[in-house]
């Protein structure tokens, strides 16, 4: 090869490795509008779940736990200040509700169809609370005095709105877990960022998880520019915030199970609109604990049990 040819073909690997680091360069941020609206569907959902086999004595003992929130909201920005930060008035449109208990007994209440007369706790359909969000998707600020004005009725309603309208769950209602911790900065496709974070209550011990958020895609979408951000979390040793100490008995207890988990999340953010068009994260831990075999029949199976945790959390965008 001649010396031109070594030069052209040097020449031409820096330019395709340039190419290949080139993308379009994007803020992860809410970037909304002054008076724009948008209408989202939100739905937490927690439960448990226990399963207890015994093929030694032909008996299987389960029980299940579940709490579903379901609310539609429609979310009007007031104001936006020198910092970015953003004043939002929220208007409760739909609310559904579904729990069972350990015993299998269910209850269950929902706006789309039934008498709104009949449940007080409807009467907060229509009314307003107000939120203050940074660019960075993080609750600074939570006004719910309006939409408290309206809560009456039986001690169920008043607990549940009590809840509902508690500052803690009006956070996790609205706060935007994938941008708190990517900071004001551009990110290209490919680019991560990451957070340790406890693990959530009614784990079998306490445990951290690092979430690492990365920029997947970035893509054209009628005439808006959607970002695409995928987030996997693993376990972690360091100690997150408000993680407790290891207890010795529980630490004891929890190594006789096998324990795995999967938790996931996706985020599309429309950088034109700057709103979030959907996001969702959702966990799901398992352990299982199995009979030694020294101690089995040989005629059966071992024993097993097997408990297990799930956890959710979504938003969509509707309107």
């Not at 006004?143 to 803690?168: M, N, P, Y």
């Not at 990365?214 to 520019?225: F, N, P, S």
């Given at each position: 090869?001649?010396?031109?040819?070594?030069?052209?073909?040097?020449?031409?690997?820096?330019?395709?490795?340039?190419?290949?680091?080139?993308?379009?360069a994007?803020?992860?941020?809410?970037?909304?509008?002054?008076?724009?609206?948008?209408?989202?569907?939100?739905?937490?959902?927690?439960?448990?779940?226990?399963?207890?086999?015994?093929?030694?004595?032909?008996?299987?003992?389960?029980?299940?736990?579940?709490?579903?929130?379901?609310?539609v909201?429609?979310?009007?920005?007031?104001?936006?200040?020198?910092?970015?930060?953003?004043?939002?008035?929220?208007?409760?449109?739909?609310?559904?509700?579904?729990?069972?208990?350990?015993?299998?007994?269910?209850?269950?209440f929902?706006?789309?169809?039934?008498?709104?007369?009949?449940?007080?706790?409807?009467?907060?359909?229509?009314?307003?609370?107000?939120?203050?969000?940074?660019?960075?998707?993080?609750?600074?600020?939570?006004?719910?005095?309006?939409?408290?004005?309206?809560?009456?009725?039986?001690?169920?309603?008043?607990?549940?709105?009590?809840k509902?309208?508690?500052?803690?769950?009006?956070?996790?209602?609205?706060?935007?877990?994938?941008?708190?911790?990517?900071?004001?900065?551009?990110?290209?496709?490919?680019?991560?960022?990451?957070?340790?974070?406890?693990?959530?209550?009614?784990?079998?011990?306490?445990?951290?998880?690092?979430?690492?958020?990365?920029?997947?895609?970035?893509?054209?979408?009628?005439?808006?520019?959607?970002?695409?951000?995928?987030?996997?979390?693993?376990?972690s040793?360091?100690?997150?915030?408000?993680?407790?100490?290891?207890?010795?008995?529980?630490?004891?207890f929890?190594?006789?199970?096998?324990?795995?988990?999967?938790?996931?999340?996706?985020?599309?953010?429309?950088?034109?609109?700057?709103?979030?068009?959907?996001?969702?994260?959702?966990l799901?831990?398992?352990?299982?604990?199995?009979?030694?075999?020294?101690?089995?029949?040989?005629?059966?199976?071992?024993?097993?049990?097997?408990?297990?945790?799930?956890?959710?959390?979504?938003?969509?965008?509707?309107?």
């Amino acid at each position: 090869m001649s010396a031109k040819q070594v030069v052209a073909v040097a020449f031409l690997s820096i330019l395709l490795s340039i190419s290949a680091g080139c993308g379009p360069a994007v803020k992860m941020g809410l970037n909304l509008a002054p008076q724009s609206e948008a209408t989202y569907k939100v739905i937490t959902k927690f439960g448990k779940d226990y399963s207890f086999v015994q093929p030694s004595i032909n008996k299987t003992k389960e029980r299940h736990t579940a709490v579903v929130l379901e609310t539609v909201f429609v979310q009007n920005v007031e104001s936006i200040d020198a910092e970015g930060n953003i004043t939002a008035k929220i208007t409760i449109k739909d609310i559904k509700y579904f729990t069972e208990d350990a015993d299998g007994q269910k209850g269950m209440f929902d706006s789309y169809s039934d008498d709104l007369e009949s449940n007080p706790v409807f009467k907060m359909l229509g009314k307003s609370y107000e939120v203050k969000l940074t660019p960075n998707g993080q609750v600074i600020g939570v006004d719910v005095a309006e939409a408290k004005e309206s809560v009456t009725g039986d001690d169920f309603a008043r607990r549940f709105c009590d809840k509902f309208l508690s500052e803690k769950e009006v956070r996790t209602r609205h706060q935007v877990l994938a941008l708190m911790n990517a900071g004001q900065k551009l990110y290209k496709k490919g680019d991560k960022w990451s957070v340790v974070v406890p693990g959530p209550e009614g784990m079998l011990r306490p445990k951290s998880f690092e979430k690492t958020y990365t920029l997947t895609d970035v893509k054209t979408q009628g005439e808006d520019e959607i970002a695409v951000v995928d987030m996997v979390a693993v376990t972690s040793s360091k100690r997150a915030d408000g993680v407790a100490e290891d207890d010795a008995k529980m630490n004891f207890f929890s190594k006789m199970f096998d324990e795995t988990d999967h938790y996931t999340g996706q985020m599309k953010l429309n950088l034109t609109t700057g709103q979030i068009d959907s996001y969702q994260e959702s966990l799901k831990a398992e352990w299982v604990a199995i009979e030694p075999s020294s101690k089995q029949p040989s005629d059966k199976g071992p024993d097993q049990l097997t408990m297990s945790l799930w956890r959710m959390y979504s938003i969509e965008k509707v309107e």
